[in-house]
């Protein structure tokens, strides 16, 4: 089940594939200096936590990318492209998780009214207050996920990679993050500016990865195929319907996804299930509920009918 | 960028007490709860220290550990002391120094710590730089 993808598209592939290298490496770095300078500061923790989450999306796509072109197997007879549905809705989750945490913790801190404690150190006879190497390691954490985040979301759109898009919104997210883990330590005024602030950050990034998620799901669920930052369905659906029924007049058109890959079905219009006494023939009987239809996949298509005559829904 | 901005105006004065321990306690009174009658020599050492620090005159104020907490949180005392551990089950309600040197209670050792309000970071900051004084 290989399929050829344009030249350039694999050529976007490959980019994307060492941006998200890249990503590994700088975050690996990030959690590294989080540790060091999270001491006991829950907002820290919670940074922390989330810079984590943020690796999760870089390995699914490197691992969907893996799998996602192997030939079909006995075990996998329709091969593997849906390794990237997978992914996506494992990287939307996590994305959902990370913006559920930030919640979490600026409803605690609005409740508490407590503002951090942070005491200082002596670095080389110097009196250094943690909270100033919190936030520079916060700063540091912020820069990266800038830089790749830019990088990714036009690549995302050119290969619909809905993986790459979700972990464009999660470089987002750790930005945003960064700055109410800022905000949180040195404090911007009044005792519920950073936790409000952070507050409104962490629904910024759930709409984010609950709308992610709604895509995810309605992928898995073979739902039409949608937009890549919208849960509508994507305009390509109507055009090839269109296209399909003008060639299978009396037909109705069903379209799924399969990671970034399309498949159309052409199902007679009054209804594509087996009948249950064929299905009989074809299996054991205490089995046959279980096999409710057959397809045929097409590689030549006939010509469109001279009449338009399918308005049929 | 709004917050960045706010964030780099306050940072002047950064860290700050969002309760103003140390703009009271400043050529004022260091009120000290003290958990023990009298207090070990080194807290002694180190609240006469603090006080000396901010031109403060240092004020005990004796009572039962709930009450001193409760004091404290409420910020009508500005320091507990008295063989705090840095294990205490009031850590959860309150912030703790830097270690003043060990103490044993019943067979573990755990590190001797003194008691100030959440999030009071200048304080914190000034109590830290005058324990370390006194125990090096």
Known sequence: MKHDIPDEIEKKLRRAARLEWWSIFWLLTIIAVMYFAMGSSQAMKTAWIEDTLSLLPPILFLLARKFENKPATDKYPFGFHRAGSLGFFLAAAALTAMGGFLLYDAASALILQEHPTIGNVTILKWDVWLGWLMVAALVYSVIPPVILGRMKKPLAH????????TDADMNAADWKTGLAGIAGIIGIGLWWADAAAAGLISFDILRDGLRNLRIAVAELLDGAPRELDSSDIHPIVQTVTDKLRKRFPGHAVQMRETGRFLRASVVPANGAELDRGEA?????????????AVGR???DLPEPAEQDGSKTA | MSIAIAALLSACKVPDDPEHTTQDVTGSVLKVGALTDPLDPVEA???????????????VVRGDPHGLFAQLEAGKIHVVAGRIPSDTPFAADVALTDPLGQ?????????????????????????????????E
């Open chain 1, 158 to 165: 050119a290969t619909m990679d809905k993986i790459l898009y």
């Open chain 1, 280 to 292: 009989g023939k074809l299996t054991s009987d205490d089995q046959f509920w279980r096999l409710v």
């Open chain 1, 297 to 299: 996949q097409l590689q």
């Open chain 2, 45 to 59: 050492d180190v609240v006469t220290l603090l006080a000396g620090m901010l031109q403060a005159e240092p004020e």
């Open chain 2, 103 to 135: 103490l044993t209670l019943a067979e573990d050792t755990e590190d001797r710590v003194l008691a100030i309000q959440k999030g009071e970071n200048r304080f914190l900051g000034t109590l830290n730089r005058a324990i370390r004084e006194v125990v």
